[in-house]
């Protein structure tokens, strides 16, 4: 039975959802992103649309997947029967205390998923964000602990058949990335790599990898051609081990994500990308973060998503992404690109037009959303390894 047709018969009658997500659990297992195309709800501003606004917007634009990087309660209740799928964080500041508590991990479970099924469609927790391969290695210990424990809590609240268990990794815990084929996992994140891959192939959990070309890009403009990164037409580049051609960069980080997950051992397991996106704006040493690029990077991301392709090196499975971000986030700390990757900004217009529906370009006449009238009922610091440069990419990606 299919997810639709599971939140029609919870919905309806109540009490049920519990005893047949037990039974679904069984059966198959799930899948917290349902589309092809989400978007990352980041809050790290002090000017942006209410949760209630946000909604409006989001099903304005028929984004239905929507990531969000905590558990706040003011937006669990805002997206309370609209239909959106919601992904949900457990923040690293937590994974400690979780990865030391299984009663604290009910705890929070209960307070932040259960309390809110299933009206709130909360479709996934991401445990922690860009862990691995970060800088403080007490989180890399206790990231497994933690995704058990919150797992084991879901489990004992048979909501397994609900809500699916991941955590989002940075392209920093890779090694070896080009050509795409000899991407493995670095040799100091490995050993907490391996039981993660265990766990989560054994839950049906799949590798989430936070993917920019636009970082990539950023760390050798002289080498890397710019179109290659922004889905353009070019020539691309080879792969000698598996005669596969790329004609654009985030294949080739995911197919690299393939290549060490392969080597890990874990073949079958599918790459979802939780996070990618361009940036409109930047420093003076950020010359490629305009507002043009992102037009053109997030136009062709979307037809690229809805073409439901795979990947060279995974044709079979489709392609699936969350935007970052929803909103230009004017508290983020760093260089001027981390604030201006919105699709949105604050006052509800969108920052170029790639095409949504029933949104008008700030650049227009009558340029803002009334969201006021369209209330619903109801990088996060990434530290990104970019593929690394050898002297053969040199080659291959001159301009």
């Known amino acids: 039975m299919g997810r639709k047709r599971f939140w029609f018969c919870a919905q309806s009658v109540p009490g049920f959802w519990v005893v ?33 606004e946000v909604v409006s917007l989001l099903k304005a634009a028929k984004i239905k997947n929507v990531r969000i990087y905590d558990a706040d309660h003011k937006v669990l209740n805002a997206f309370s029967g609209t239909g959106l799928e919601l992904v949900i964080g457990l923040p ?23 309390a ?7 479709c996934g927790i991401a445990i922690g964000n860009e862990v691995l391969g970060g800088g403080d290695l007490e989180l890399w210990g ?9 797992y084991k809590a879901v ?12 955590t989002a990794h940075s392209q920093a815990v890779f090694s070896n990335s080009f050509p795409p084929s000899s991407c493995i996992f670095r040799e100091n994140v490995v050993q907490y790599m391996k039981p993660l891959l265990e766990f989560f192939s054994e839950i049906g959990s799949p590798f989430c990898l936070n993917a920019y070309p636009f970082l990539a890009y950023m760390s050798d403009p002289e080498n890397i051609d710019i179109n290659y990164a922004l889905f ?3 020539e691309g580049i080879f792969d000698p081990k598996t005669n596969l051609r790329y004609d654009n960069m985030l294949d080739a980080q995911i197919d690299a994500a393939y290549a060490a997950l392969a080597d890990a051992g874990y073949h079958k397991m599918e790459v979802i990308v939780t996070e990618t996106g361009w940036a409109s704006r930047g420093d003076e040493n950020e010359a490629a973060a305009t507002a043009n690029n992102a037009k053109i990077f997030n136009y062709n991301l979307r037809k690229r998503l809805a073409k439901k392709k795979g990947t060279p090196f995974r044709p079979k499975n489709v392609l699936k992404a969350y935007i970052f971000a929803t909103f230009n986030e004017n508290l983020k700390p760093g260089p001027t690109s981390e604030r201006n990757f919105g699709l949105f900004k604050a006052d509800g217009t969108i920052s170029y037009d790639i095409g949504f529906h029933g949104l008008q370009s700030s650049s227009s006449s ?34």
Request: net charge positive.
């Open 232 to 234: 353009e037409s070019t």
């Open 116 to 122: 809110f099924l299933p009206q709130t469609h909360i």
């Open 155 to 166: 489990k004992k609240l048979n909501l397994d058949g609900v809500v699916q268990i991941t």
């Open 20 to 52: 047949f997500s037990a039974i679904a659990s069984l059966t198959m297992a799930v899948q917290a992103f349902t589309g092809t195309y989400g978007i990352n709800y980041g809050r790290i501003a002090d000017n942006i649309p209410s949760p209630d």
């Open 92 to 114: 690293n500041g937590f994974l400690k205390e979780m990865s030391s508590s299984e009663e604290r991990a009910m705890n929070w479970v209960k307070e932040n998923v259960q």
């Open 366 to 399: 009558s340029s803002y959303l009334s969201l006021k009238n369209h209330r619903a009922r109801g990088l996060a610091g990434s530290l990104i390894f970019s593929l690394t440069v050898s002297v053969v990419t040199r080659l291959l990606l001159l301009r």
């Open 142 to 150: 206790a990231l497994l602990g933690a995704t058990k424990n919150i």
